[in-house]
């Protein structure tokens, strides 16, 4: 009888969660539920014992230091320290001879094509757009195209527009200009290296136009030298009362709390994630909870949200877990109760032993 009620609750339990949380009726409770430890339970599932050794050395050997990097810290954080050989070629290619040499020259290669690889040309990039110099060096190029009549990109072009007004104060962003202007700069980056996926692209560029009024700026564009920085840059003064960014604004800041927990440049990669705006939230608060080491759990789970972590499998294995240990609890419980029961039931033969044995004093 007992061992029929277990295999019908393993059977019940599991069943009754997968339809419970399939009609939504777990959602406050699975909200609650830590992630981490949800995602450190996967990871622990799916990663092989020696998985994370050999992607930083397939890392290292290929120049990605980044990655080798962000796979150290996933291994940390699973509580797997790496091998003693994958950690000395690790903390070889750290020491400030190597790092100077890598980052020096990517850096100034970033800057001056606002285009990069890794995090020292994705921060030269970005930080040539936060001195307007990567904005004019965009409109020159991109305007160009337009006021020619070319093919050119209207996301580039929008957002170095809206990142030039914001700089010269002359359209007012929520929250403060630096967001805005940093958010910008990591749009433009991840558009230039590749990473931006063709929905949100698409997304983002409706944003953008609705932004940026295209016809009245190829009118303004037309009437300067694109060649002159600081013609360019009273055009767009002139021109900003025509750019509507309140809608853009949302994005931008998203794009700088990722950066503020992951970086420039693991911003700009996570963005491969990332098919519309509700994934950028998605991967934004995914990034505030794991930092740099998102993009490696992303790569090893396949999961791009914290809630993502959260489906069936998981949860049962989770609520199994209560199961279980409220079992043994009451295992431990049942039989505590039945050794007191024991030992009472023997003290009381005891007694009437004792008592049977003893003359009866009034005979």
Same mark, same amino acid.
């Given at each position: &009888?007992? /061992?029929?009620l277990?295999?019908?609750?393993? +059977? ?6 997968i =339809? $419970?949380?399939? #009609? !939504? ?19 622990n ?13 397939e890392?290292?050997?290929?120049g ?47 800057f001056?094509?606002?285009e ?19 904005d ?6 991109e305007g160009?195209? &337009?006021? /020619? ?6 996301? +580039?072009?929008g957002?170095?527009?809206?990142? =030039? $007004?914001v700089t #010269? !104060?002359?359209?007012a ?5 630096l ?11 991840a558009?230039?290296?590749?990473t ?5 692209t ?17 009118r303004?564009l ?15 003064g ?22 503020t ?5 693991e ?9 519309n705006?509700?994934?950028l939230d ?28 959260k ?13 279980w240990?409220?079992?043994?609890a ?32 009034l005979?």
């Amino acid at each position: &009888m007992r /061992a029929f009620l277990l295999v019908f609750l393993a +059977i019940v339990i599991p069943g009754g969660a997968i =339809l $419970a949380l399939e #009609a !939504g009726l777990l959602d406050e409770y699975v909200d609650q539920i830590p992630a981490e430890t949800l995602i450190l339970q996967e990871l622990n599932a799916v990663v092989g014992p020696d998985e994370l050794d050999g992607r930083v050395l397939e890392a290292l050997e290929d120049g990605r230091q980044d990655d080798a990097e962000m796979y150290a810290e996933v291994a940390a954080y699973m509580n797997r320290p790496l091998s003693p050989q994958t950690a000395d070629a690790l903390a070889a290619s750290q020491t400030t001879t190597a790092v100077v040499l890598r980052n020096t020259g990517n850096f100034f290669e970033g800057f001056v094509s606002g285009e990069g690889s890794d995090s020292a040309a994705f921060a030269g990039a970005v930080t040539s757009d936060l001195t307007v110099i990567g904005d004019l060096r965009d409109i020159g190029g991109e305007g160009s195209k &337009m006021v /020619a009549g070319e093919e050119y990109s209207e996301v +580039i072009l929008g957002l170095s527009v809206v990142g =030039l $007004a914001v700089t #010269a !104060g002359t359209v007012a962003s929520a929250g403060g200009g630096l967001p805005a202007r940093v958010g910008v700069s990591l749009l433009k980056v991840a558009k230039k290296a590749g990473t931006m996926t063709k929905s949100f692209t698409q997304e983002l560029g409706q944003l953008v136009s609705r932004a940026v009024d295209f016809p009245a700026l190829r009118r303004t564009l037309s009437d300067v030298s694109l060649a002159n920085p600081n013609a360019t840059r009273r055009a767009i003064g002139n021109y900003a009362d025509n750019i509507k960014s309140a809608e853009l604004f949302p994005v931008l800041a998203r794009m700088d709390g990722m950066r503020t927990a992951v970086g420039p440049a693991e911003s700009v990669r996570l963005m491969k994630y990332v098919k519309n705006t509700r994934d950028l939230d998605n991967v934004a608060d995914m990034s505030k909870t794991l930092g740099v080491k998102t993009r490696g759990i992303i790569e090893l789970t396949g999961k791009t949200s914290l809630r993502a972590f959260k489906g069936a499998i998981n949860i049962i294995r989770w609520m199994l877990e209560w199961v279980w240990a409220l079992g043994v609890a009451i295992v431990g419980w049942l039989g505590l109760a039945g050794s007191r029961r024991v030992i009472k039931n023997r003290r009381t033969r005891v007694a009437q032993t004792q008592a049977a044995a003893t003359p009866n004093k009034l005979a």
